[in-house]
Nanobody
Framework: QVQLVESGGGLVQAGGSLRLSCAAS????????MGWYRQAPGEQRELVAT???????NYADSVKGRFTISRDNAKNTVYLQMNSLKPEDTAVYYC?????????WGQGTQVTVSS
């Protein structure tokens, strides 16, 4: 079992910044990819960004140039720095890692961007 605990969400004005953190614990040996997804009300969950243990990153087109994913392998923690936030970034943000054929999710953290 892998446990993922997110923190760092909140309410921010458009143009502002937030930093999300996700700490992994439990049976974490072998974790490669960690990522962030988000789900807005009435919408499907969508990919935001992923990062491999080697540092390879991937971003959704909607956040390229504004969001930065990073990772501290020693702390088993992944971060999402979100700058130039827009109202359309409002969603519940979930941390994710696939391991041994199973998708692990955190409990989610709310990000609300006011206009």
């Amino acid at each position: 079992q892998v446990q993922l605990v997110e923190s760092g969400g909140g309410l921010v004005q458009a143009g502002g910044s937030l930093r999300l953190s996700c700490a992994a614990s439990g049976s974490i040996f072998g974790i490669n990819v960690m990522g962030w997804y988000r789900q807005a009300p009435g919408e499907q969950r969508e990919l935001v960004a992923t990062i491999t243990s080697g540092g390879r990153v991937n971003y959704a087109d909607s956040v390229k140039g504004r969001f930065t994913i990073s990772r501290d392998n020693a702390k088993n923690t992944v971060y999402l720095q979100m700058n130039s936030l827009k109202p359309e970034d409002t969603a519940v943000y979930y941390c994710n890692t696939p391991l041994l054929g199973f998708n692990y999710w955190g409990q989610g953290t709310q990000v609300t961007v006011s206009s």
